[in-house]
């Protein structure tokens, strides 16, 4: 879970964000931390986790093959962990691809059992099959033998290309060679659980029953308050891990965020309320920190809810087609600018597409550069101040085709009433009101409703909305972390793609034959365009070929109007300045085991 830069290092280089060398202090360093990020994580099982701040306390509990980890100049880097190297693959005759591990010597779970290389190939197949149902299972696509587990007929018995093949020895081989696959190895989804652990459903919910392999225990969780993590003694890089415990509080109150931060009680926090923005700029410039962070902040609509008038008689693709249509004229309604100037205030970037900001592409330019139909802008609509007025112009002209339009007040009449869910938030709350009353101008009429951070996650995921806020920081560096996930059986395909009513919908083209592919699809389900590029992304080999076809993969998503982009994400957050050692990765994730507090 991320701008103008020429390669990723430059990407991780902006994004790495170290704490000042901290006040100078006669007294020793604090043994704790008091950081908050959010508020309740859904959930602390890596396998089931799709959330930012869930995944930086799991990547304080459990290692991996791989982690992030800073070099001996400070910067960013993919890093052997539980591995004692990250080894080349070797190619084999079918085209496929094998890597073999080797355990470090003295790993142990934190009851004091071996880590086994058996750990990872249970974990790997758990997380990548059928009866969990993990909303990242498709990060395993890349590894042969995830294709036969989805199969149709699939019995279950099928298995990833996994092999311990002894206690400290682990093969895998991959379907392709893939360029990311160090950092998927370096993602929460790809650490290992133990199977008799796991055994108990609520095994990730209590301290008594959570057994890790990481730099840190978990010694309480006071539910909606609370989450310590104190050092693991038995980590076999314990002697490098400084900070002696952690307390995550848990909150989604900004204010109460920045109070605890003022008073002194809070070292970190991950939020601060949006109208003390340009305040906190000025009261703590070294402590009031704006990253840059590859992600896009949006909004997604359901694709299987309503939103043509009682009156409309259309039906299958001209129904699906209008929607479209509707949802991107609704798009232009919105100003980003005012929403990055006045609402957000963190060096925000309208965003113009889905794929954020700092991807390469296959030529070393930005991805999001070439989006779009290159119209003399960047992107799928023209973003800029200069064409709000004709955006907007332009969207209801599109809309009066459909609804019924009143000259007199400049309203719709016939738009069906709409419900915005947000995430309790004041960031949040506000981006919706902007929205909500920029609709209210056309007479359409959106409700706001918030829910509790893991409420909203099981609310959204259900597809039990009609518009929602969103936002999604990539995987790894590569513009398929942004696309991969609205497969019709990604877990995180929230907008509904290829679901319910959807399913049927015969309205998608895509034409693949001008790059080699005899793939040519007009009126097709999402499973018949959508899934297809993106497979065949997955099994691309050709770099030019390769990100053609995610250009194409991102052309389909956008046409939909299902996503509406509304910045590229910077990284806000408060430090206090007798903190040292902290680092963030590009993911947006937050570690603390390397810092000491100098009070």
């Not at 085209?95 to 249970?122: C, H, I, M, N």
């Not at 039906?315 to 087609?321: F, Q, R, Y």
């Not at 970037?349 to 592409?361: E, H, I, K, N, Q």
């Not at 999402?526 to 250009?551: F, N, P, Q």
Request: proline letters at 3%; hydrophobic letters at 40%; one cysteine or more.
């Amino acid at each position: 879970m991320k701008k103008k830069l020429l390669s990723v290092v430059l990407v991780l280089c902006m994004v790495l964000s170290l704490a000042a060398c901290g006040k100078q202090s006669d007294s020793a360093s604090s043994s704790s931390i008091n950081v908050c990020l959010a508020s309740e994580p859904a959930t602390l099982d890596p396998a089931l986790n799709s959330a930012v701040d869930g995944a930086t306390l799991i990547s304080h509990l459990f290692s991996g093959l791989a982690k992030w980890g800073l070099d001996a100049n400070g910067n960013l880097e993919i890093q052997p962990d539980c591995a004692e190297a990250l080894v080349e693959g070797v190619e084999n005759a079918d085209g496929t691809v094998t890597y073999t591990y080797k355990l470090r010597d003295g790993l142990t779970w934190s009851d004091g059992q071996p880590v086994k290389a058996s750990d990872f190939e249970f974990a790997w197949n758990r997380a990548a099959g059928q009866a969990l149902a993990a909303d990242y299972g498709y990060m395993f696509e890349v590894v042969d033998g995830y294709e036969a587990i989805w199969a149709d007929g699939a019995t279950g018995d099928e298995k990833l290309n996994v092999h311990a093949t002894d206690d400290k020895t682990l093969e895998v081989t991959l379907t392709t060679p893939v360029a990311y696959w160090n950092e998927l190895l370096a993602f929460p989804t790809y650490f290992p659980v133990r199977e008799d652990v796991v055994a108990n459903e609520s095994w990730a919910t209590d301290p008594a029953t959570y057994v890790n392999n990481g730099a840190y225990t978990m010694t309480a969780w006071e539910h909606n308050s609370l989450i310590t993590l104190k050092k693991n003694d038995k980590f076999y890089d314990a002697a490098k891990v400084k900070m002696g415990e952690i307390n995550f509080y848990l909150s989604d109150d900004a204010n109460n965020q920045l109070a605890n931060f003022e008073n002194g009680d809070w070292q970190f926090i991950d939020d601060v309320p949006t109208n003390e923005i340009a305040n906190l700029k000025t009261k703590y410039p070294n402590e009031f920190v704006t990253a840059g962070q590859l992600g896009t902040y949006y909004v997604c609509w359901n694709i299987n809810e309503k939103i043509l008038p009682d009156s409309s008689t259309l039906t299958g693709a001209e129904k699906a087609n209008a929607e479209n249509e509707i949802r991107n004229a609704l798009a232009l309604l919105i100003d980003r600018n005012h929403i990055v100037n006045d609402i957000a205030q963190g060096g925000q970037v309208p965003a113009s597409s889905f794929v954020a900001m700092g991807l390469t592409d296959a030529d070393g330019t930005e991805f999001y550069q070439n989006a779009g139909n290159g119209s003399g802008y960047v992107g799928y609509y023209d973003v800029s101040t200069a064409a709000y007025e004709s955006n907007w112009a332009s969207a209801i002209e599109t809309l009066k085709k459909y609804y019924t339009y009143d000259d007199a007040s400049g309203t719709f009449t016939d738009f069906p009433t709409l419900t915005y869910l947000y995430n309790t938030s004041e960031g949040h709350k506000a981006i919706g009101e902007a929205i909500q009353s920029t609709f209210a101008g056309v007479g359409i009429t959106i409700n706001l409703e918030n829910q509790e951070w893991a409420t909203f996650l099981d609310t959204r995921k259900a597809g039990n909305y009609s518009i929602a806020r969103n936002g999604w920081l990539g995987d790894y560096n590569d513009p398929i972390s942004f696309l991969d996930m609205w497969t019709t059986a990604s877990g995180n395909n929230d907008v509904q793609f290829g679901k319910g009513d959807n399913a049927g919908v015969q309205a998608y083209s895509i034409d693949l034959t001008d790059l080699g592919y005899d793939v040519k699809v007009e009126n097709g389900t999402w499973a018949e365009t959508y899934d297809v590029v993106i497979g065949l992304i997955k099994k691309c080999t050709d770099s030019k070929t390769r990100y053609a076809l995610m250009h194409k993969a991102e052309d389909l998503l956008m046409s939909t109007g299902c996503i509406c982009p509304i910045y590229y994400y910077t990284d806000l957050y408060m430090i206090d300045d007798s903190v040292s050692g902290f680092f963030s990765s590009p993911l947006g994730y937050k570690y603390f085991l390397y810092c000491e507090v100098n009070k």
